[in-house]
């Protein structure tokens, strides 16, 4: 409820969001990232950084169009997310292992 809420606030039947520029970004920090590499959580940290002006932006009326209307930004951002999962998941495992 709380998201409808936030929508409705922030409608702008004008805004338009196309984050495909910051989501390419950030796909290729995500490609090159390696948990191997020293400091790999700081590096993650860095990269999740760089994508909060894109998260706070999809939440709103101008990121739900987005979602909604440009396939390509949705799986973008969907791919995103997955290779950020897998990047925090390999420094877990990396911890683990001591």
Known sequence: MCGIVGLVRAFDADARLSPHDELHAARGALARWLA?????ADD?????GGLEPVSRALVGWAGFQALRED?????????????????????????AAG
């Open 36 to 40: 191997t590499d020293r400091g790999p």
């Open 71 to 95: 396939a390509a930004c949705g799986a973008a951002a969907a791919e995103v997310a997955r290779a950020l999962e897998a990047a925090a998941a390999a420094v877990d495992a990396r911890l």
């Open 44 to 48: 993650l940290a860095a990269i999740a």
